[in-house]
């Protein structure tokens, strides 16, 4: 394989690993404030991409000036989630790992059949908007530039997500909840806030990783499940609760990912990732950052 | 009450990074006595306790049980040896009742589960926990969960109990019970050895006392013997809880 | 402690009381089994007994789930695989080679078994999460191989060749009456296997497991062998099940017997019944499964999503009302510990 085919082919991951980094994190904000992992997460990527899809449809305004639009409906819809079934979730005495695993993945299933319910199963895809179908060329190489987008996007928000962590209120709060749940409301932090404000961060990034993804990639009510084990694999790979992580795993994903269509059958590239991933936990059982 | 020495802890030495907790401690256990391991806050006390029980090796050291090099045999391998324990903050199973429990420990002794749960039974009349042998142990109060450690661990059938501050927060009469089900324990040929830092409780009922400081041990002997030591009682100084 | 000479006599109460519970057990596990035997000769509608037979051998796997996940703990999104190896083996074994079935679905089992206990061996020291998505990726994996491999068929499958009915090769053409059987037989088994283990050395290790490792340890637990010991049994009736289903089907594929959505089936009824009980998988077997099958037959065959919908809020339902399970709603409520 020349080395321009390589460079696309690595540059194409890098750009692919930045969206699922993007993907992953909210879900792993969300686990390491609560110990939840939620199973609608790639339902919660589905319904970000319909709203879009959605939108463009009604207004006609490009996907990309529609994004902060459906980062701050999909902030709603995570604090709603978290309000009206993870909250009651969390009160179960025993099992309460596998319960807000069926509570979630029932919401999932719920979601799932409204979407086809209101877009049947039918494909949907957005033509004609600003980057859709554009590519940036370098030498031998194309970028195609909804994909360069999500990869800025992404960048930007994991910055913002640091600055947000260390240096607001709010972060410090979340860390703090974080850190010891208990010990929060000791000191006047309402855990349920905390906790709702959280789902709705989390939802908030995996909204706009929707908004991103809705440009160049089809919408359908089963995308979802794509996108979820992949997530699951990146979260869980960089180590659930760590921000940092799910920037490193996600982009470690995306280039392996890449790279194992290149030497086996295109159908089999997730299997690089997945022996990627129980090949790092061997060593590592809480992933690359997490803590046991 | 005999006096080979059933447990032997040889120049323990235990860091953490930077933090040496024990440091060349060495203690001699006698068979059928009630051993107090005491100290201030930060003495070692935790650490060596458990690298006897077997929750983690010693830096450096030796473990010797009835003559038997154990340091670096698991829990469980020394569980079937005859070691026993009880966790400070109750471990209890929550989905099982409180004899499922016990009945637990019981496959150490008995190889199936009639036999074990007849013995459970037994147990839970020694614990006087008989009357809530099929509550769900998630919901019994804490003198009680604290029983059902020392009952859960009976059960295994030990030779050595290694208790780890079971009378914290017990109210006098709760404690008085508790030194009782110790004393029970003892008679019935089982020797203890108790974390502990309720001096007044554990004073009236140790056989021997060693006191351990910064890691070091400090003090060995009677009760009597060691609360005169002038090293214990710098030891305590400014502390609360001074030896009286 | 007091020999067995002298039993104080609350001690005997005791042992009395917990034999008379184990016995009423088992008669009502006769009842109920006796019921469902009957059950074909009343209803004669064959739709509805083709729901049975799959309730049945849904029952029979979730409570074959239920021993690694209910019992002890390790919550396992990948039991298809076992599923998938067990249809399978059965499935390669009768068509390319002529083995009878019920060979191909023992061989089917211990194959399974020990795949767990290969995977067993890496995974059980993941704990919680990590866990379950590795047992996930492992069947994903499965999954695609078996797509991807030309002697299982590949995408194509595999086809059983139309036999005339027989016991021998467990094919029936149309008579659903034996596959009902099958699956009760099925059951049953995995329902005394629980029974006799709930009360054995495993059964209480297990669940100590399941609560607490650590002081599991202290007591004298083997963790890691525990948690392999139950891998393997799980693992061996769960791929029996799949080779019952291939010649229930008659035709199986990679996504008909090895996708998530069946470990998700596998896992389902037991929480939604009651995880670690012995009925709990039963119970949810029977509510889940049926709702599943006629919601998809009269909402979802359209493509509207109205099964889904239906079902995704039953799941959710009942894992937010009923969180310890349907059959909690049978046992004494918990009292209020004015200590706590």
């Known amino acids: 394989m020349s080395a321009e085919a390589l460079i696309q082919v690595i540059a194409s991951g890098l750009l692919m690993g930045l969206v699922y980094a993007l993907i992953a994190v909210g879900l792993s904000l969300i686990f390491g404030l609560m110990d939840v992992v939620n199973f609608a997460h790639g339902e919660f990527l589905m319904v970000a991409m319909y709203a879009t899809f959605g939108l463009w449809l009604a207004t006609a305004i490009d996907p990309i000036l529609l994004a902060p639009l459906v980062t701050a409906l999909m902030f709603v819809l995570g604090a709603l989630a978290y309000m009206g079934v993870v909250r009651h979730a969390m009160r179960a005495k025993a099992n309460i790992g596998m319960v807000q695993i069926f509570a979630t993945f029932g919401l999932a299933i719920l979601i799932q059949g409204v979407a086809q319910y209101l877009f049947t199963p039918d494909y949907r895809s957005i033509t004609g908007s600003w980057l859709g179908g554009q590519t940036l060329q370098i030498g031998g190489i194309y970028l195609p530039w909804p994909q360069i987008y999500g990869g800025l996007i992404s960048v930007a928000v994991f910055g913002g997500l640091y600055l947000l962590m260390s240096r607001t209120d709010f972060g410090r709060a979340l860390e703090a909840t974080r850190e010891d749940q208990g010990a929060v409301a000791l000191v006047g932090i309402d855990r349920n806030r905390v906790f709702a404000l959280g789902w709705g961060l989390g939802a908030a990034l995996v909204g706009l990783a929707g908004a991103v993804l809705a440009i160049f990639y089809y919408i359908h009510p089963q995308v979802g499940g794509t996108f979820a084990l992949i997530a699951y694999v990146t979260v869980a790979l960089g180590g659930f609760g760590s921000v940092f992580g799910a920037l490193v795993a996600g982009v470690i994903v995306g280039l392996v990912e890449a790279l194992t269509a290149v030497i086996a059958p295109p159908a089999l590239k997730s299997v690089g990732v997945y022996a990627l991933y129980l090949a790092v936990v061997f060593v590592r059982p809480s992933g690359l950052f997490g803590r046991l | ?244 | 402690m007091t020999t067995d000479a002298v039993l104080p006599s609350s001690v005997l109460a005791g042992q009395s009381a917990f034999v008379w519970k184990r016995r009423s057990q088992l008669l009502i596990a006769a009842a109920v089994f006796l019921g469902v035997a009957v059950l074909p000769h009343v209803i004669k509608d064959v739709y509805l007994q083709n729901v049975m037979v799959l309730t049945l051998m849904f029952a029979a796997v979730s409570q074959s789930w239920n021993i690694l996940g209910g019992y002890c703990g390790q919550i396992s999104l990948g039991h298809a695989l076992y599923f998938g190896v067990g249809a399978y083996t059965t499935s390669v074994l009768f068509v390319t080679y002529g083995i009878n079935p019920w060979i191909g679905m023992v061989a089917g089992g211990v194959l399974s078994a020990l795949l767990a206990l290969g995977l067993g061996w890496p995974c059980f020291r993941l704990k919680g999460h990590y866990f379950s998505i590795a047992t996930i990726v492992i069947a994903e994996t499965g999954l695609l191989l078996a797509h991807n491999w030309d002697f299982v068929g590949g995408a194509t499958g595999i086809q059983w060749p139309f036999n005339p009915d027989s016991w021998w090769t467990l094919q029936f053409a149309r008579d659903k009456v034996p596959y009902i059987y099958f699956g009760l037989g099925l059951f049953i088994v995995t329902w005394l296997a629980t029974y006799v283990i709930e009360e054995s050395r495993w059964g209480y290790w297990w669940r100590a497991v399941k609560d607490n490792p650590e002081a599991a340890q202290s007591l004298g637990v083997t963790v890691f062998e525990s948690k392999m010991a139950a891998a393997a049994i799980s693992a061996f009736f769960t791929a029996i099940a799949g080779a019952f289903y291939a010649a229930f089907v008659s035709y199986i594929d990679p996504e008909s017997v090895m996708a998530f959505r069946f470990s998700l089936l596998f896992a389902l009824p037991a929480v939604l019944g009651g995880i670690g009980t012995l009925w709990g998988p039963a119970v949810g077997a029977a509510i889940l499964i049926p709702v599943t099958e006629i919601t998809r037959s009269y909402a979802g065959g359209s493509g509207s999503g109205l099964d889904l919908i239906i079902y995704g809020a039953l799941i959710m339902l009942i894992a937010l009302l009923k969180p310890e399970g349907i059959l909690s709603l049978f046992r004494r409520s918990p009292k209020r510990e004015s200590a706590e």
Request: glycine share 10%.
């Open chain 2, 1 to 244: 009450m005999s006096g080979d020495i059933i447990l032997k802890a040889e120049n323990i030495t235990r860091r953490f990074g930077g933090l040496v907790a024990n440091s060349e401690v060495n203690v001699e256990v006698k068979r059928g006595e009630i051993l107090g391991l005491l100290g201030p806050n930060g003495a070692g006390k935790s650490t060596l306790f458990n690298i006897i029980a077997g929750a983690f090796p010693p830096s450096e050291g030796r473990i010797i049980f009835e003559g038997q090099d154990i340091t670096r045999l698991s829990a469980p391998k020394r569980c079937r040896l005859g070691i026993g324990r009880t966790f400070q903050v109750p471990k209890s199973f929550d989905t099982m009742t409180v004899i499922e429990n016990v009945i637990v420990g019981g496959f150490v002794r008995h190889a199936g589960a009639s036999a074990a749960r007849r013995a459970a039974l037994e147990t839970l009349e020694f614990a006087a926990l008989s009357g809530r042998a099929d509550t769900p142990a998630g919901e019994l109060t804490p003198p009680e969960k604290r029983r059902l450690e020392v009952a859960r661990a009976l059960a295994t059938g030990p030779k050595l109990l290694l208790l780890d501050e079971v009378f914290a927060g017990l109210t006098p009469s709760e404690a008085r019970l508790g030194s009782d089900l110790v004393k029970r324990v003892r008679d019935q040929g089982v020797t203890v050895v108790m974390v502990e830092h309720v001096m007044e409780i554990v004073m009236p009922l140790v056989d021997r006392a060693v006191v351990l400081d910064l890691g070091r041990v400090l003090s060995v002997g009677t009760p009597a013997e060691v609360v005169a030591d002038p090293k214990v009682i710098t030891a305590y100084l400014g502390e609360r809880h001074r030896a009286a």
